[in-house]
């Protein structure tokens, strides 16, 4: 498993951008232009829709104020399109759920609703769910509607359509109909030529041309048997689950469902097929949770955070998505992991990770009793809205030091008696391999002292 060594740190920037503590807010990178964009959030008790941007090379914050105005939101979605366009979609405001879609121009700096269709069928307004984009289509799962109701849904809009139309994505047979009439899939319609070449040989081959769509269908080769697999399972609905693409796929990770609680269950979703299926991982599976983030690092999946308050041991976890094998926090090479939260956000940028906000949970002590002799001591979490700013650097202690030892191999021992090897290790990057007695499902085992 590639795995990257290191540190949390607050850095320091000299300016004097004073951003409030909030939740619920967003974070996408613009690649284009080094930068992550911060929207939203509840702040006190309002809602915001303030934008705030982080330049990644030079590392400075800055409040813009675009143009238009869009109502102020939490726990929205927000994803980049090309580049220069912020999609947001959803969310809880003033009046209580949204279902709008709004185009930030992140290049002049303008709010834009988008219209859909007139009398058209559109999703049920929602917060916590998540999206992607998908051939220009916005893609929503999940979340919670006005009635408190978790959902499961996936609809999608092609968003450079005119007019936009939104539809629900089927989750049975009938999907692949659906996908080729909005160009999401494109099907190779089966052809055989007549064997008739006399005088109704054209008539014969014509008429099987028109009716073969009916008859024969589309090939879609080699995602048939993906099609076919035994464990095609489509997840329940939830609310505050995480999501990333990863070749062609979107994994979603946890959440929460009302009457039957908190997950740690991956799904993954086939853009090919689009079909769901439950991912079966080794190692072991880190807490159930909501709320929590999920980004992608070359291979691996690193999830920071989440709730139910004062039950998640584990704050960190990595799943390798190439192996499909979850890494707890104790066998992470991470030090000054910052305190867990939820409803906050993290990117990831050239291998760089970058945490804001969210709401915190401290264990406060309430006295039931003002009687001394009676006194009832009771403990409970409770929330506390954040604005703090973390991100990660590379660790140096796991840089060569000297080149001539690059095919020596350093064989290390722990508690359990696993035996791992750092052999190799370049500049960012060591690849750890289990040579041990084979007991152990991680694959490897290590721990660096927190300073």
Request: glycine residues 8%.
């Amino acid at each position: 498993m590639p795995v990257l060594a290191q540190n949390w740190i607050s850095p320091e920037t000299e300016d004097d951008v004073v951003i409030s503590p909030r939740y619920g807010h967003s974070a996408v990178i613009d690649k284009a232009r080094g930068r992550m964009i911060l929207f939203g959030g509840v702040t006190g008790n309002e809602y915001s829709s303030e934008v705030f941007i982080y330049d990644l090379n030079y590392k400075f914050w800055r409040k813009v104020k675009p143009t238009g105005k869009i109502p102020p939101r939490y726990n929205h979605s927000a994803v980049m399109w090309g580049k220069k366009t912020m999609v947001v979609f959803g969310g809880h405001g003033m009046g209580g759920r949204l279902d709008d879609i709004w185009f930030l121009n992140t290049k002049n700096w303008s709010w834009v609703k988008i219209s859909v269709q007139e009398d058209s069928q559109v999703p049920l307004a929602r917060r916590h769910h998540i999206s992607f984009m998908h051939n220009d289509h916005l893609c929503i799962f999940g979340g919670w509607d006005n009635h408190l109701k978790d959902l499961g849904d996936m609809w999608m809009i092609n968003l450079n359509a005119s007019p936009r139309v939104w539809f629900k994505v089927p989750f049975d047979d009938t999907w692949k109909q659906i996908l080729i009439e909005h160009d999401l899939i494109k099907g190779r319609k089966v052809v055989q030529e007549s064997e008739g070449e006399g005088e109704d040989g054209d008539s014969e081959k014509k008429q099987y041309e028109e009716d073969e769509e009916e008859d024969f269908g589309y090939d879609f080769g080699e995602y048939e048997d993906e099609m076919s697999s035994k464990d095609l399972i489509t997840p329940s609905s939830r609310r505050g689950h995480s999501a990333l693409k990863y070749n062609n796929k979107i994994y979603v990770f946890g959440g929460i469902f009302m009457t039957k609680g908190h997950k740690n269950d991956l799904h993954s979703f086939n853009l090919n097929t689009f079909k769901w299926q439950l991912e079966k991982c080794n190692g072991k599976y880190p807490s159930a949770r909501e709320g929590h983030t999920a980004v992608l690092n070359g291979d691996d999946m690193v999830v920071f955070g989440g709730t139910p308050k004062g039950k998640i041991k584990d704050t960190m976890a990595t799943l390798n998505l190439k192996t499909m094998t979850w890494y707890t926090e104790n066998q992470m090479i991470w030090t000054n992991i910052p305190r867990i939260r939820c409803d906050h956000t993290m990117i990831c940028h050239k291998q760089i990770f970058y945490m804001f906000g969210g709401e915190g949970e401290k264990l406060v002590v309430d006295s039931l009793e003002k009687d001394e002799d009676k006194k009832k001591i009771k403990e409970k979490w409770v929330g506390e809205r954040l604005n703090d700013f973390y991100m990660s650097e590379i660790l140096d202690d796991f840089r060569k030091k000297d080149a001539e030892q690059e095919d020596e191999e350093e064989e290390l021992k722990y508690e359990d008696n696993t035996f791992v090897t750092a052999s190799k290790i370049p500049k960012k990057t060591a690849t750890f391999n289990k040579i041990g007695d084979g007991k152990t499902p991680h694959g490897y085992k290590v721990r660096l002292e927190k300073k």
